[in-house]
Each structure stands twice: as C-alpha cells, then as structure tokens.
C-alpha cells in the first residue's frame, strides 16, 4: 500500500507549489514593490541604502525566498504554459534542463548580489 | 488536436473577438507572468552591477532612473505586476471553490483595479525624471 | 467481411442491453449502429421506467393495467414477462449506477403516470431516457463489447426457402458512413434488431431525425410479419412548433391542461371523470384535438399544459428538464406560464412480430425494443412502459441469441395455414407494386430463390455484392428525385390521413400517394458524388424504408374498421370485440404482401383476463 | 378530421428563444394567420403558405464546405445561402432546409432536435453552439457555420469524434462495483444530497463543445479534457463507490495529462449547452486529488 501514496503525481506536486508560491509571492512582491517605489524612492536608491536594507537578517532571508520563489513560480509557470502546448518528448527534457540551469545560475547569482550587500563576499 | 488542412485563423487565437472573461483573463495572466520572469532575470542582471562596486551600482540605478524610458516601463511593469497578483489571486479562489459563478467579474474587477492603481502610481513614479 | 457471435443492429436501450446480456452469456457479441451509441434516441425519453418495486404494489397489477391500457391487445404471456422481470431489471440498471431520483431514505423514487394503478414509475428527473442510455453504453463500455460505430445497415442476409418460417438470417449487410464501404457481417448465432421506432413516416413527431423503421422495413422485406403496425402512439403533449416532448411526467406530478376559456377540459367535458389529465395517452390525445375542433383550442390549435402551482422547488426538483425545453423550444418559461402543447405522433406499438425470446418466424433473426412487437403494448402504449421493455426484452433476446436457454415460447409468429386471412377489404392499390424499385422479396432475399445456398458466407457475400450494385445505380443516376422531397410528401400524407383521427377515405388517399412516393422513389437519385460521409445516400434508403413502413401502417389502419386504443375510425367508433380480437399481421408470403389475422392471447400464466370497458 | 396539419415548421408559435426578451408585437400576428389559415382548405393553404413568402426575410448562412474527396470542395470553402426565416427557427433548422432545398450534399450530424443526442455541436459565430439549441434571432448575419475546432474534419461539418470517445473512455467511465440484485431487490441507497452532488454532471451528452473550445486540449492532444474529466467527477463524487475505487479514480485524472493540465479558462463551462459548471467540477478535482496525497504525507 504504501508505494501507492508515496508517488506524489509530479503534475500535482508542481500545480500545488505553484499555488502555494502565489500565495507567498502576492505578500512579498506587494512589500517589495511599495518598499522600493513609494516608501523609497527608486531613482534614490544607493548600494549604501540597499547594503543597509540588508543589514537586517529577517529582510535579507526574506528576499533570498523571495528571489527562490519567484524564480521557480516563473520557470515553473513559463514550463506549464509550454507543455500545455504540446510540449512533449525529448525537446521537453530539453526545455527542463535549460530552464533548471538558468534558474539555478539566476538563484546563484541573486544570492551573491546579496552577499556583497551584506559585505560577506 | 490534429487538423486534416490548415484552419488558420479560425483556430485558436483567429477567433479572439469571441473570447469569453475566462479566456482574456487566461492570456493575460500568461502575458504578465511572462513578463515578469523577463523582468525578474533583468533586474538580477542589474542589480549585479553591485558586485563591481558600490559606485557601479549606484551610477547604474541613478543613470536607469534619470531615463525617462524607463519610468515608463516602471508603470508597465506596476500595471503588470499588479495585474497580476490580482487576477493571481482570483486564480487562487478559483482553485478554491470560491465564487466561480462571478469568475467573470472578478476579472472585470482585477482590470479596473490595476488600471486604478497604476493611473495613482504614474505621480510618484514620474517625479525628479528630466524631460 | 466481419464475423461475430451476435450481431446487433442498433444501439439504443434495447440493442445494448441486448449486447450486454449476449456478453454475459459468453458470445462474442458486436454493435453495429448507424449513430454512436450515446446519440440514440432512448435519450430523449423522460418520464420513466414502470416497475413494481413497492410494498402495496405487484406485478400482477402492473400486468393488469398494462392489459387494459393496451385495450385488450397485448398478448398475456408478453406482458406478464414485462412485469414480472422490469423490477429486477431497473434495479439491475440502479445497480450500474443510473441516477435516479432519490427519497429521503436513499431509495428509489417513484411517480404515477397515466394509466397506472399505483405509482410506479421510476424515474431520473425528467430525463430518464438519457441516463438509462448512458448507463447501458457505460456497461457496454466496461465490457469492452466491440461497437461499429456509424455502420448503416442496409440490409439482412436471410436464405430464400418459400416459406419464411424456414428461413435462416445469417448477418447483415452495412455501409461504413464514413469511408463509404459495404461490407458484411456474419453472425454465427443471430442477428438482432433494435433499431427503434419509424416517427419520422409523421411529421409532427417527438422522434429523432434518424427514427426511419430500419430494421422493420429489413425485416418485412425479408418476410418478417410486421404486427399491429395501424397502432401509433400520439402524445397528447408535444410542443406545438418542433413536436419536443412535454414528458407525462408533467401531469403525473399534478400538471393540468386547460382550454382556451380557461376549463379543466379532462373533468368539464367528461372526458376521463376520474383520472382527468393522466387517462391514457390516447384518450387524452384525442380530447385535445376534439376541444380544438370544437373551438376551445388555445389560437385554434393547442391547448395549455399548466404546472405553476406545484411551485418552483418541486419542479425544479423533478421536471428541471422540462422548464429548459420549453425554454429553448417554444420560449416559454414554465414558472411563470403554462405550455402550449399539441397531440403529435410518438410512439408505434406495432413491430416486427417476435416471441417473449424476441425471436423471429426467420431463424437466428430476433427483434427487441420499439421496433418489435412482443406484443406488450398492444393498442395503446402506457407510459413507462416502452423503457422496461427495452430492458426486458432487450435481454431475453441477447440472452437467447447467444443460447442460453429461457424456456419454451408461448407466443407463435410467422405466417401459417390455419390463420385467418384478410379478406373484406377493398383495397385501392396492391401494396408494394407497380415496378417498385426497393419492394420485392426476392430484393431482400440475396438468392435465386432455389432455397438452396451453401452456407452463409456465400449468402452473405450475395447480399453484399446486392447492396454495392444498388450503391453504385444511385450514385450514377445523373439526375432524378430528391429523397427529402418525396420524405416530405410522405410525410404530409401520413399527417394529413393516417393522424389520431382516421377515416375511409383519407387513409385511401394517403394509400394512394403512398403509391406515388413508390413511382416517384424509382427516379430518386443521389446527388452527392462523394463516398466520404454520404448523408444523402444514407437518407435514401431510409426514405424507402419509410415507405414500407407507412405503407404498413396505413394498411393496418384501413382493414381494421374499430375502434380501439391508439386507433380510431369514423365508421365504427366502438371497440368491436366480436370482430377484431386479433393482431392485425403483414407480410409477403410467396412473392406479394397479405395481411392476415393472429386471435390475442388473454390467458396469463394463472388468469384470463376478461375485456372490460376501457374508462379512466 | 385531421386537425393538426399546422405542421412543425411553423415555429411562429415560439415567443422567446433560449435567452432572448420576448418579442411583443408578435403574439397577435401569428394567431391571425392561425386562424386565417385554419378558415382555408388545405390546398389554398400551401396557397397562402406559397404567397405570403417573398415577404419573409432572408437569413444569410455562410457554411464551411469540405470534402476529401470531391475536388471543388478540397480546397476549404465557404458557401452562402439564404434560407427564408421563421419565428423561432434554429441553426440547424436553417441548415436543414439548405441541404434539403438547395444541396443535398451539404453533410452535418444531427437527429434528436431537441439538445439530447449530442450530434451537432458546430462552431457558429465564433463559438461552440448546438445546433439545435441556437437560435437564428440571437445571432448576428451572415451566420457562419463551422465545423467544431481542433478536430480533425471529415467533411464539411462533420468532424471525427474518436479521439473524444477515446478520452472519455480512458477515465473507466462506469460504475466499477459489481453486485448485482439477486432476486431481493436490494436498493443500492444513495441520499439525496449525494445524486444531487452527481445531478449536473451526469447529464453530459457527449458533444464535445467543451473540448473544442478549450485551447489546452488544442495544444495537449492528451490532455483529458473537461467532458472526460467530468465523467470522472460523476463517479469519484457518487458515494456508492467504494473508497478503494475513488482513489483509483482520483489516480487516472490526476495523471499529468489530467487536471493538472486546465488552467481554468472557463471556456468549457461557458459553452457547454447542459450548463455542466465543467470548471468547478475540474477544480474540486484538483483539489480531492491534493487532499489524498497531503494526507499520507
Ligand atoms: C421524446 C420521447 C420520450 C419518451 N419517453 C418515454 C418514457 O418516459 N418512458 C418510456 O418508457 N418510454 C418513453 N419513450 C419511448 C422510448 O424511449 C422508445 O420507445 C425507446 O427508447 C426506443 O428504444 P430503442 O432501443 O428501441 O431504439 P432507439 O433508442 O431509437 O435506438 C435505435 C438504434 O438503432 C440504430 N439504427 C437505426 N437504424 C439503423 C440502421 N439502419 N443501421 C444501423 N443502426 C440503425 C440507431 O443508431 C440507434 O442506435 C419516449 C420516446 C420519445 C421519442
Ligand atoms: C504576486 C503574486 C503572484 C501571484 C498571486 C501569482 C499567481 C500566479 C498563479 C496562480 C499562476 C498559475 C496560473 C495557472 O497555472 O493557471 C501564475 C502563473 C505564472 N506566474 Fe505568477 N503570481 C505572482 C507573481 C509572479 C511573479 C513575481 C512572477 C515572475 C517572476 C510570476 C510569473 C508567472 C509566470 C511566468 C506564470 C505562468 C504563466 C503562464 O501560464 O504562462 N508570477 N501566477
Ligand atoms: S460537458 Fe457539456 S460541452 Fe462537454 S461534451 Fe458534455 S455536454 Fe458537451
Ligand atoms: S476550457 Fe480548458 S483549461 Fe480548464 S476550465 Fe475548461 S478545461
Ligand atoms: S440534434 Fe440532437 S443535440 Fe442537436
């Protein structure tokens, strides 16, 4: 019995994270924007402002999950939308590996911005 | 589905004048996310400027600024963000069970709020921009 | 060519029970169907399936009110078989998961209908039919019985012996609509027929486009009497504009139906003092079209059907369907007022002639559903009951197809010496004459009528090559007759002279122009060049299957001067039990259609029932 | 004797089609040609019937024509006719006289008339109609009659089915318990609650709007599809099935090409003419399907 429950259908899991992504993105994204556009101002932003941003540990994690959920619900989002066109075979595998790749390399790359900030690298 | 001869624009997007509030909410809601991945990856290229160095990252930012180009993308991407999360969460009570008799409305709803939002937004993005 | 066990021709209810049951009994069983399963027209049935499940309810009961509602032309072994195996058969159909409607404890629900002594009709909301259909296909499905989908058959392939009794069917011949083939299909153990009923030979009819009387008009040319074809069923409740059924379901729930001036009509003009609007359909009928000739009809023409006072949750509950038909079809909202509605043809009792087995005079040929005549309904088809008989004898006849063995029939068919044959009436025409092209037996018998063939594959091989030759002479025509404009004179007569109210001399004159339907038919032609879904061809040799079959009914209609059940006549408005006690059969022996005479069986298994005035 | 010679297509009779406001002025006009009509014999009235048509408006059709095999119709084309308008007639009603009186070649699926059977779900206007239950006064001019998208067509209007019937059989749709009566006449019980849940979904007639209209089963050919997957819903939701069967269900629908696959647009429930709320069915799916597998997480 037990294999039957283990083997979480792959469409399923991905349909549920990408829900549970929204539902995060739809707070942070909605401080993110109000944080960098109204409360500072864009054009006024300065590394030293952003560095100091980053000075908090709560603001800093939240950013890195913020970065990490973003760019799985928006690969994961651009993925379904190309599966749903029939996206099938071998060119999939493909779409999926380029797609991690560039995910990975674009989390890595957002995580060493934000070290710099915090002066640890 | 296979086709037997090429429809053309009978098929699919040929017949975009019929679409229902369930159909334009559904290429919206794709047009923005995918707008946003696109965003999300050019503002990480940006803001990497601040490993070359802190004046790299303030020149770059306060230069982007200073264009006015570029405020106006800044609306584009609010009304698209905001578009969004709106319809996103529409999608999300959707998911639910909640209200999907006035799924259309909804809709409506999140078209009239982001066009709100960004119309109150365009003074303060558009402030200390030349031109 | 193909070759099964059983072949069915015709996936409505009847045929895919039978199916089912020809399944269960080990035969290698397939469907060939000129529509897909699911589209036939058992969906558009409404009211309800008849069954005795109740406590305080029997089967003797339901026989009893089947015998009199057929005005004493049912033969009693028939429909006691009907009754007594509908309740396990409609609680089978509740076990394969069709909806029905529910009482509070989970049980099935029940309403009265017309004609019923205890309310017994079983019923889905108001689309009974269309779950029945789809749970039976569900099953066909879970079987995996091989269903040919979109085959029209065009013909049997039945030995030629001189005598039909000792004829052999031995498959059928179908045309592949889709890629325009003809093929064979050869049936080691029987082929049966269920291909529904003939309303479009009316044309104010609640039956579908593709109700042609197929397989009736197959087997009559193959020499199958057809029995009690003059009894067809008119709906007291049609929509005035399409004919869509307005299910009795609506006054059995407490519906009434009001004149123009506003009157119960049923109780105010004596027409059925105690049951009023649920009397028998053809009473009720035939009380309609009298208001409106006398002057009471709704704009001359109709009547109203109210239902407003059972209030919006009961109807919503029970007869949601109907508000959407008469919504869609007629612009009425049935909440805020009541339906005009108008007796139109729907249903015919009489058929290919079968046994309780739904066996046929021809061996291995069997019939069950409305295209048979068991003989359940006799002169008038209670409602509800058509959905059991479906069941019932759609499985008695895959179940005896495909052998197993149900007890000796006590029911005769076919042609024999000792019956009595026709012999007063004049007749204005000699049926199926004058050169005709589609009518002769020997048509429908693939040999040289030495009754010699080796075999059924040769024999079926005959009928194929028949039906590719006739194919061929209709698509080569240049140019001749439309088949829609002689459907359509067909039609005008059936409506005009053979309609709830028949006299001498129009259903002469209809005879006569159902002739001219004959000559003009030997011009038709195909204009449609294509082999790739030819409706048009299709629809011409259903056009010549009307044809027989009208003219069937019509003669029927004639000879028999009474009064009884679905079947009126000017000249003698009594039912005349000294004389017409007896089916009313036709069929071609020996090379011309006779019509003849079979005494109704009134002995049931423990009773005889005696013939009592008809009156609700 | 006869009374009812004032024959179907007489549809003058209809006040309202499917959602329209009724029109007023038309109640006393049919019932004077009625009575008019009634006063005439029957010869004069095919008479009347003849004289009083010039008067009538026209309906432009514009019908997608196409036939493999047939060479002018191998390049697809449309072709026009006007078809004379009655009150209350219906798209298929219009194409049923253009075959009949103009084409007898012109080819489309149709039996019952009365939205049960299923067989004419056509692309009119843009969007998936049963023929039969569209009403020609709801429709703008020229009324262009499509075979249904993303489905392979055969001949002018008829499109293949098989690839729906495939999808609706893939989900096991039938009741998997097998006890049968056995002479007791056990009821297998189920509350009302329970059908109702079941009411809207068990009354699919397979016409495969929905499916046409949904541009995930255009791009996904394996998609299931809202009509398969509602039949799904039919039997997962019935309580009568055992536990062990629902989880099987839940299994087949929430396979990739499964539910995962609907992005909800809505356009399935929007056509569907039995008003099956297909979408909602779908995401209550999604959701089952979610449940069962967190539980055992
Ligand atoms: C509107 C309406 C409402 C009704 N309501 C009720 C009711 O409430 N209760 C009740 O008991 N009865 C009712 N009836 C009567 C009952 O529904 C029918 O008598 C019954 O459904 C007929 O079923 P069938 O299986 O014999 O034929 P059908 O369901 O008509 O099936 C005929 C089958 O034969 C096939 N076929 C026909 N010709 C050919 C051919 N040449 N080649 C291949 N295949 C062919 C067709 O494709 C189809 O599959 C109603 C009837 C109508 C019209
Ligand atoms: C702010 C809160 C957000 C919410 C509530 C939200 C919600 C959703 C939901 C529910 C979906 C799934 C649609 C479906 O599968 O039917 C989705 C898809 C998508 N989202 Fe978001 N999202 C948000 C932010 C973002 C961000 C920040 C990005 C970009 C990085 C993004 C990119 C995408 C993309 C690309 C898709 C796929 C679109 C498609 O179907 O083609 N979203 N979003
Ligand atoms: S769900 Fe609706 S639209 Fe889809 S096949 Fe069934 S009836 Fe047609
Ligand atoms: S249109 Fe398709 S995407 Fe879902 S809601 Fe209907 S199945
Ligand atoms: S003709 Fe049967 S659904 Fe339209």
Same mark, same amino acid.
């Given at each position: 019995?037990?294999?039957?429950?283990?083997?979480?259908?792959?469409?399923?899991?991905?349909?549920?994270?990408?829900?549970?992504?929204?539902?995060?993105?739809?707070?942070?994204?909605?401080?993110?924007?109000?944080?960098?556009?109204?409360?500072?101002?864009?054009?006024?932003?300065?590394?030293?402002?952003?560095?100091?941003?980053?000075?908090?540990?709560?603001?800093?994690?939240?950013?890195?999950?913020?970065?990490?959920?973003?760019?799985?619900?928006?690969?994961?989002?651009?993925?379904?939308?190309?599966?749903?066109?029939?996206?099938?075979?071998?060119?999939?595998?493909?779409?999926?590996?380029?797609?991690?790749?560039?995910?990975?390399?674009?989390?890595?790359?957002?995580?060493?911005?934000?070290?710099?900030?915090?002066?640890?690298? | 589905?296979?086709?037997?001869?090429?429809?053309?624009?009978?098929?699919?997007?040929?017949?975009?004048?019929?679409?229902?509030?369930?159909?334009?909410?559904?290429?919206?809601?794709?047009?923005?996310?995918?707008?946003?991945?696109?965003?999300?990856?050019?503002?990480?290229?940006?803001?990497?400027?601040?490993?070359?160095?802190?004046?790299?990252?303030?020149?770059?930012?306060?230069?982007?600024?200073?264009?006015?180009?570029?405020?106006?993308?800044?609306?584009?991407?609010?009304?698209?963000?905001?578009?969004?999360?709106?319809?996103?969460?529409?999608?999300?009570?959707?998911?639910?069970?909640?209200?999907?008799?006035?799924?259309?409305?909804?809709?409506?709803?999140?078209?009239?709020?982001?066009?709100?939002?960004?119309?109150?937004?365009?003074?303060?993005?558009?402030?200390?921009?030349?031109? | 060519?193909?070759?099964?066990?059983?072949?069915?021709?015709?996936?409505?209810?009847?045929?895919?029970?039978?199916?089912?049951?020809?399944?269960?009994?080990?035969?290698?069983?397939?469907?060939?169907?000129?529509?897909?399963?699911?589209?036939?027209?058992?969906?558009?049935?409404?009211?309800?399936?008849?069954?005795?499940?109740? #406590?305080?309810?029997?089967?003797?009961?339901?026989?009893?009110?089947?015998?009199?509602?057929?005005?004493?032309?049912?033969?009693?072994?028939?429909?006691?078989?009907?009754?007594?195996?509908?309740?396990?058969?409609?609680?089978?159909?509740?076990?394969?998961?069709?909806?029905?409607?529910?009482?509070?404890?989970?049980?099935?629900?029940?309403?009265?209908?017309?004609?019923?002594?205890?309310?017994?009709?079983?019923?889905?909301?108001?689309?009974?039919?269309?779950?029945?259909?789809?749970?039976?296909?569900?099953?066909?499905?879970?079987?995996?019985?091989?269903?040919?989908?979109?085959?029209?058959?065009?013909?049997?392939?039945?030995?030629?012996?001189?005598?039909?009794?000792?004829?052999?069917?031995?498959?059928?011949?179908?045309?592949?609509?889709?890629?325009?083939?003809?093929?064979?299909?050869?049936?080691?153990?029987?082929?049966?027929?269920?291909?529904?009923?003939?309303?479009?030979?009316?044309?104010?009819?609640?039956?579908?486009?593709?109700?042609?009387?197929?397989?009736?008009?197959?087997?009559?040319?193959?020499?199958?009497?057809?029995?009690?074809?003059?009894?067809?069923?008119?709906?007291?409740?049609?929509?005035?504009?399409?004919?869509?059924?307005?299910?009795?379901?609506?006054?059995?729930?407490?519906?009434?139906?009001?004149?123009?001036?506003?009157?119960?009509?049923?109780?105010?003009?004596?027409?059925?003092?105690?049951?009023?609007?649920?009397?028998?359909?053809?009473?009720?009928?035939?009380?309609?079209?009298?208001?409106?000739?006398?002057?009471?009809?709704?704009?001359? #023409?109709?009547?109203?059907?109210?239902?407003?006072?059972?209030?919006?949750?009961?109807?919503?509950?029970?007869?949601?369907?109907?508000?959407?038909?008469?919504?869609?079809?007629?612009?009425?909202?049935?909440?805020?007022?009541?339906?005009?509605?108008?007796?139109?043809?729907?249903?015919?009792?009489?058929?290919?002639?079968?046994?309780?087995?739904?066996?046929?005079?021809?061996?291995?040929?069997?019939?069950?559903?409305?295209?048979?005549?068991?003989?359940?309904?006799?002169?008038?088809?209670?409602?509800?009951?058509?959905?059991?008989?479906?069941?019932?004898?759609?499985?008695?006849?895959?179940?005896?197809?495909?052998?197993?063995?149900?007890?000796?029939?006590?029911?005769?068919?076919?042609?024999?010496?000792?019956?009595?044959?026709?012999?007063?009436?004049?007749?204005?025409?000699?049926?199926?004459?004058?050169?005709?092209?589609?009518?002769?037996?020997?048509?429908?018998?693939?040999?040289?009528?030495?009754?010699?063939?080796?075999?059924?594959?040769?024999?079926?091989?005959?009928?194929?090559?028949?039906?590719?030759?006739?194919?061929?002479?209709?698509?080569?025509?240049?140019?001749?007759?439309?088949?829609?404009?002689?459907?359509?004179?067909?039609?005008?007569?059936?409506?005009?002279?053979?309609?709830?109210?028949?006299?001498? #001399?129009?259903?002469?004159?209809?005879?006569?122009?159902?002739?001219?339907?004959? #000559?003009?038919?030997?011009?038709?032609?195909?204009?449609?060049?294509?082999?790739?879904?030819?409706?048009?061809?299709?629809?011409?040799?259903?056009?010549?299957?009307?044809?027989?079959?009208?003219?069937?009914?019509?003669?029927?209609?004639?000879?028999?001067?009474?009064?009884?059940?679905?079947?009126?006549?000017?000249?003698?408005?009594?039912?005349?039990?000294?004389?017409?006690?007896?089916?009313?059969?036709?069929?071609?022996?020996?090379?011309?259609?006779?019509?003849?005479?079979?005494?109704?069986?009134?002995?049931?298994?423990?009773?005889?029932?005696?013939?009592?005035?008809?009156?609700? | 004797?006869?009374?009812?010679?004032?024959?179907?297509?007489?549809?003058?009779?209809?006040?309202?089609?499917?959602?329209?406001?009724?029109?007023?002025?038309?109640?006393?006009?049919?019932?004077?040609?009625?009575?008019?009509?009634?006063?005439?014999?029957?010869?004069?009235?095919?008479?009347?019937?003849?004289?009083?048509?010039?008067?009538?408006?026209?309906?432009?059709?514009?019908?997608?024509?196409?036939?493999?095999?047939?060479?002018?119709?191998?390049?697809?084309?449309?072709?026009?006719?006007?078809?004379?308008?009655?009150?209350?007639?219906?798209?298929?009603?219009?194409?049923?006289?253009?075959?009949?009186?103009?084409?007898?070649?012109?080819?489309?699926?149709?039996?019952?008339?009365?939205?049960?059977?299923?067989?004419?779900?056509?692309?009119?206007?843009?969007?998936?109609?049963?023929?039969?239950?569209?009403?020609?006064?709801?429709?703008?001019?020229?009324?262009?009659?499509?075979?249904?998208?993303?489905?392979?067509?055969?001949?002018?209007?008829?499109?293949?089915?098989?690839?729906?019937?495939?999808?609706?059989?893939?989900?096991?749709?039938?009741?998997?318990?097998?006890?049968?009566?056995?002479?007791?006449?056990?009821?297998?019980?189920?509350?009302?609650?329970?059908?109702?849940?079941?009411?809207?979904?068990?009354?699919?007639?397979?016409?495969?709007?929905?499916?046409?209209?949904?541009?995930?089963?255009?791009?996904?050919?394996?998609?299931?599809?809202?009509?398969?997957?509602?039949?799904?819903?039919?039997?997962?939701?019935?309580?009568?099935?055992?536990?062990?069967?629902?989880?099987?269900?839940?299994?087949?629908?929430?396979?990739?090409?499964?539910?995962?696959?609907?992005?909800?647009?809505?356009?399935?429930?929007?056509?569907?003419?039995?008003?099956?709320?297909?979408?909602?069915?779908?995401?209550?799916?999604?959701?089952?399907?979610?449940?069962?597998?967190?539980?055992?997480?």
């Amino acid at each position: 019995m037990a294999e039957r429950y283990s083997s979480f259908a792959p469409g399923g899991t991905a349909w549920l994270l990408q829900r549970v992504t929204a539902a995060f993105l739809v707070v942070v994204l909605a401080y993110h924007f109000f944080l960098l556009h109204f409360v500072n101002h864009a054009w006024e932003i300065t590394f030293g402002g952003t560095a100091a941003r980053m000075e908090n540990i709560g603001y800093f994690v939240t950013m890195i999950l913020f970065l990490i959920t973003a760019t799985f619900h928006g690969v994961n989002g651009v993925y379904n939308a190309l599966i749903n066109q029939g996206l099938s075979g071998t060119p999939r595998k493909i779409v999926l590996g380029v797609l991690t790749i560039a995910s990975l390399a674009l989390i890595a790359q957002g995580i060493w911005v934000a070290l710099v900030w915090r002066g640890m690298m | 589905m296979s086709q037997s001869y090429n429809r053309g624009l009978i098929e699919d997007f040929g017949r975009w004048k019929e679409f229902s509030a369930g159909m334009w909410a559904w290429i919206f809601h794709k047009f923005t996310g995918w707008m946003l991945i696109g965003y999300l990856f050019t503002h990480i290229a940006v803001l990497s400027t601040a490993i070359a160095g802190e004046q790299a990252y303030t020149n770059t930012l306060q230069g982007l600024e200073a264009l006015f180009v570029v405020r106006l993308l800044e609306v584009g991407l609010l009304a698209v963000a905001v578009f969004h999360i709106l319809n996103g969460i529409r999608l999300l009570m959707v998911d639910l069970g909640i209200g999907l008799e006035a799924q259309d409305k909804t809709f409506y709803a999140s078209l009239i709020i982001t066009g709100a939002i960004t119309v109150a937004s365009v003074p303060t993005f558009m402030t200390e921009v030349g031109f | 060519m193909y070759e099964h066990d059983v072949i069915v021709v015709g996936a409505g209810g009847a045929g895919l029970r039978a199916a089912i049951a020809a399944h269960e009994a080990g035969a290698d069983v397939a469907m060939v169907t000129k529509l897909h399963p699911v589209r036939s027209h058992t969906g558009a049935a409404e009211g309800g399936i008849n069954a005795a499940l109740r #406590e305080g309810d029997d089967w003797e009961l339901h026989a009893y009110d089947t015998m009199k509602g057929s005005d004493y032309l049912g033969d009693a072994p028939a429909i006691e078989t009907l009754a007594k195996d509908a309740p396990e058969d409609t609680i089978t159909l509740e076990h394969w998961g069709m909806p029905f409607s529910r009482e509070d404890d989970g049980t099935v629900s029940q309403r009265p209908f017309g004609g019923l002594s205890f309310p017994r009709t079983t019923y889905a909301g108001a689309e009974t039919g269309h779950h029945l259909l789809h749970v039976l296909y569900e099953q066909v499905v879970k079987r995996g019985i091989q269903v040919y989908n979109e085959w029209f058959v065009m013909n049997l392939a039945v030995t030629d012996e001189p005598d039909p009794n000792d004829r052999t069917c031995h498959g059928v011949v179908a045309y592949d609509v889709q890629s325009g083939t003809v093929e064979g299909f050869k049936a080691n153990n029987g082929v049966i027929i269920a291909t529904g009923g003939p309303g479009q030979a009316f044309d104010h009819t609640t039956n579908a486009v593709s109700c042609t009387g197929d397989g009736q008009a197959m087997a009559y040319r193959a020499g199958v009497p057809l029995e009690d074809m003059e009894f067809v069923q008119f709906h007291p409740t049609t929509l005035p504009s399409t004919g869509v059924l307005i299910s009795e379901g609506v006054r059995g729930e407490g519906g009434i139906l009001y004149n123009e001036d506003g009157e119960r009509f049923m109780f105010e003009h004596g027409y059925a003092n105690n049951d009023g609007e649920l009397a028998s359909r053809d009473v009720v009928s035939r009380a309609e079209l009298t208001e409106v000739n006398e002057g009471r009809g709704v704009n001359d #023409e109709y009547v109203h059907l109210d239902m407003r006072h059972l209030g919006s949750e009961r109807i919503l509950d029970r007869l949601e369907n109907i508000l959407h038909l008469a919504e869609d079809f007629e612009g009425v909202d049935g909440l805020v007022e009541p339906m005009p509605v108008k007796p139109g043809q729907h249903y015919e009792m009489g058929g290919i002639e079968t046994d309780e087995n739904g066996k046929t005079c021809v061996d291995g040929l069997y019939a069950a559903g409305e295209c048979a005549c068991v003989s359940v309904h006799g002169a008038n088809r209670l409602g509800g009951n058509a959905l059991p008989e479906l069941v019932v004898f759609g499985k008695r006849a895959g179940y005896h197809a495909a052998g197993k063995d149900l007890g000796e029939a006590e029911i005769e068919t076919g042609y024999s010496t000792d019956v009595e044959d026709e012999t007063e009436t004049e007749l204005p025409i000699t049926p199926g004459e004058a050169g005709i092209e589609p009518v002769s037996t020997s048509e429908s018998v693939a040999t040289d009528g030495s009754g010699q063939v080796a075999g059924g594959d040769a024999l079926l091989e005959q009928a194929v090559g028949a039906e590719r030759e006739r194919v061929e002479r209709l698509m080569e025509k240049e140019s001749g007759t439309k088949h829609a404009d002689i459907r359509s004179k067909l039609q005008n007569a059936m409506t005009r002279d053979v309609n709830v109210f028949r006299e001498e #001399e129009g259903l002469k004159r209809a005879l006569k122009e159902i002739q001219e339907c004959r #000559e003009l038919y030997q011009d038709v032609s195909v204009e449609d060049p294509s082999r790739t879904f030819n409706t048009d061809l299709q629809m011409t040799y259903e056009t010549r299957n009307l044809i027989d079959v009208a003219e069937t009914i019509t003669l029927g209609a004639l000879v028999r001067n009474e009064f009884r059940g679905a079947h009126w006549r000017l000249e003698n408005q009594i039912r005349d039990d000294e004389n017409w006690l007896k089916h009313t059969l036709i069929s071609w022996n020996g090379g011309k259609p006779s019509i003849w005479y079979r005494p109704v069986i009134l002995e049931g298994e423990d009773k005889t029932y005696e013939p009592k005035v008809r009156s609700y | 004797m006869s009374t009812q010679q004032q024959q179907p297509e007489e549809p003058e009779t209809q006040e309202s089609p499917v959602e329209g406001e009724p029109e007023t002025e038309s109640a006393p006009e049919p019932q004077q040609r009625r009575l008019e009509r009634k006063r005439l014999g029957q010869a004069q009235r095919e008479q009347a019937e003849a004289e009083t048509e010039p008067e009538e408006t026209k309906i432009h059709l514009k019908v997608f024509r196409y036939d493999p095999e047939v060479e002018a119709k191998q390049e697809p084309r449309f072709d026009d006719y006007y078809v004379p308008y009655e009150r209350g007639m219906t798209v298929l009603d219009a194409l049923i006289y253009a075959r009949d009186e103009f084409d007898s070649s012109l080819t489309f699926r149709h039996s019952c008339r009365q939205a049960i059977c299923g067989s004419d779900a056509f692309f009119v206007n843009g969007s998936q109609h049963l023929g039969c239950k569209t009403q020609l006064s709801e429709l703008e001019q020229p009324v262009r009659i499509e075979p249904l998208p993303h489905q392979e067509v055969i001949k002018d209007l008829v499109v293949d089915m098989e690839h729906f019937y495939d999808q609706m059989h893939s989900v096991e749709p039938y009741m998997k318990q097998e006890d049968l009566p056995d002479g007791d006449l056990e009821e297998f019980r189920q509350s009302r609650e329970n059908r109702e849940k079941i009411k809207m979904s068990t009354r699919c007639i397979w016409c495969g709007a929905c499916m046409s209209s949904c541009n995930i089963a255009a791009g996904d050919n394996q998609y299931l599809g809202p009509a398969a997957i509602n039949k799904a819903y039919r039997f997962a939701m019935d309580e009568r099935e055992d536990e062990e069967i629902k989880e099987h269900r839940l299994r087949i629908i929430e396979q990739e090409h499964g539910v995962w696959r609907c992005q909800t647009q809505f356009s399935c429930t929007e056509v569907c003419p039995k008003d099956i709320p297909l979408t909602e069915h779908i995401q209550e799916l999604k959701r089952e399907a979610v449940k069962k597998n967190l539980k055992f997480w």
